[in-house]
């Protein structure tokens, strides 16, 4: 697969992870606005994207706002995401085991102003960080959120090295439930998984 396919009004380009995504969408506008597809079927399985999705989701957060790192344990969910207002800094991070870039992460400025969408795939936990005064972000999924089947990781842990474009003189504000997420260490021990 190229790395690049361009597929009706959609560039869909390949990451340094396999199956994670960045798409581009086609913006008609003139002095009155613009109009834009974000998702069209065949498109997206024409770019390599072939998911039924279930259940969309619409955030609004404030800036400095952390979300994450988020995935589903026994119902793992794709995602294809975007922001509407705003500017986040939006992050996967490889959780399949055997997978050649297990543990390493890939990020990605979603915005407005930039229109482009994240896809990931099942198997990643997922995070956002906002950088603009409000982000209100969307998501599809292919799997319907499940209470108590939540699982998460460390925002800041070493081992992963997510690059956070913090916001200089903003602290960041996570959510009690993601104050205690385990360091990748942990998740990989309860799992037999063996660091390399």
């Given at each position: 697969m ?23 969408a086609k ?11 974000t998702?069209k079927r ?24 952390l ?37 390493r ?56 090295g ?25 998740y ?9």
């Amino acid at each position: 697969m190229p790395d690049t396919i361009t597929s009706g009004n959609f560039t869909f380009t390949k990451t340094a992870i396999d199956g994670v995504t960045v798409v581009d969408a086609k913006a008609y506008g003139d002095d009155r606005g613009y109009f834009m597809e974000t998702y069209k079927r065949e498109d997206f399985v024409a770019g390599g994207i072939d998911c039924d999705f279930v259940q969309d989701n619409q955030s609004a957060s404030a800036q400095g706002v952390l979300r994450g790192l988020h995935f589903q344990i026994e119902h793992p969910q794709s995602k294809l995401v975007r922001v509407v207002e705003g500017e986040v800094f939006d992050v996967a991070v490889d959780l399949r085991p055997g997978s050649p870039t297990f543990g390493r992460w890939e990020g990605v400025v979603l915005s407005a102003e930039n229109r482009r969408q994240f896809f990931v795939p099942r198997g990643f936990a997922h995070g956002f960080y906002v950088m603009s005064e409000k982000a209100v972000f969307c998501y599809k999924c292919d799997d319907v959120y499940r209470p108590g089947d939540e699982g998460g990781l460390m925002w800041d842990d070493p081992a992963i090295g997510v690059e956070w474009p913090l916001v200089e003189g903003v602290e960041v504000n996570l959510s009690e439930k993601d104050t205690r997420h385990a360091p990748f260490a942990q998740y990989c021990a309860e799992r037999g998984i063996e660091l390399k």
